[in-house]
């Protein structure tokens, strides 16, 4: 295996090979987290491998970086509304990964991402604090819980008068980080036992490791083969990231996974599927075909 066969592997899977049609609608969108288990909304930065909804929406991942920050650019915000139209009809939950950025998981892969960061009491509410400084979390989460999703603005309204919608933003963060709360749609936030009740009980029967380790596999399976310092890098947005690097460790030594030596570098790659780019040229001749049809 060579890094072209394996970066054209990728391109196909993430729906970018030369030919392919671009995601453009939510049945599209759909098609691609089914394929991939979750992408990024926009390209990582510093790069690293990971399909992204923008890129295949422009049909290019150059020209998705370039677009990325550019927050009133028509074709990002064309690809923003079409995120927020699979969190709204819940086709994809978000994971806070960057500014500017979500991780979009497909329902059957958020119950290992909820396990592997998410709390493990979602129904209790959050602590004030040793000296009240997390109060604003508490009455937020209990504002949530008696009045459904809600906007910023709507939820510092009803906190009362005193509360900018800015604290709010700040006490959503916090609270979004370990998925106490989801992003729901372009500008609303719910409870996630609410939003998604089913998906976390099924989360809560999935351990800490099993979580992280399905996650690890399914990312390789989607990238077809990396180094371990770029799996650490892109778990370590919301994982530490020895913990990533025990995982993949103790996966080699199941053989679960293998490491291939490709030109100067050191991959590691699932060992149960031995050339991922046959298989991604399966799949690139499936989206020609459809291109064509």
């Not at 493990?120 to 000296?131: I, V």
């Not at 979580?211 to 799996?231: C, D, F, H, N």
Request: net charge neutral; charged share 30%; aromatic share 6%.
């Amino acid at each position: 295996m060579l890094l072209d066969e394996i970066e054209s592997g990728r391109r196909a899977h993430w729906g970018l090979a030369e030919g392919a049609r671009p995601v453009r609608t939510a049945e599209d969108a759909r098609s691609l987290l089914d394929a991939t288990g979750f992408c990024l909304f926009c390209p990582a930065m510093p790069p690293m491998p990971a399909p992204d909804l923008l890129s295949a929406f422009l049909g290019s991942q150059d020209e998705a970086k370039r677009t990325a920050h550019k927050l009133t650019d028509p074709a990002r915000v064309e690809a923003r509304e079409l995120s927020s139209r699979l969190l709204a009809d819940k086709s994809a939950l978000a994971v806070p990964y960057a500014p500017g950025n979500d991780l979009l998981v497909s329902p059957a892969e958020f119950p290992y991402v909820y396990a592997a960061i998410g709390d493990r009491n979602p129904k209790r509410a959050p602590g004030a604090g040793q000296r009240g400084e997390k109060l604003l979390f508490a009455h937020a989460f209990e504002v949530l819980e008696q009045s459904g999703a809600l906007t910023a603005l709507e939820l510092a309204g009803r906190l009362g008068k005193g509360v900018t919608e800015e604290a709010v933003e700040r006490s959503l963060h916090e609270l979004n980080s370990n998925l106490r709360v989801l992003r729901v749609g372009a500008d609303r936030y719910a409870l996630v036992q609410h939003w998604a009740p089913e998906v976390v009980k099924k989360s809560l029967e999935i351990s800490v490791a099993e979580g992280l380790s399905a996650l690890v596999s399914r990312y390789l399976e989607t990238v077809i083969a990396a180094e371990p310092k770029e799996i650490e890098e892109f778990f370590g947005h919301f994982i530490a990231k020895s913990k990533v690097n025990e995982v993949v460790k103790a996966l080699v030594g199941a053989r679960e996974f293998e490491y291939i030596q490709v030109g100067p570098k050191r991959l590691v790659r699932r060992a149960d599927r031995t050339e991922r780019a046959e298989a991604a040229a399966r799949i690139a001749a499936k989206s020609a075909a459809r291109s064509r049809s």
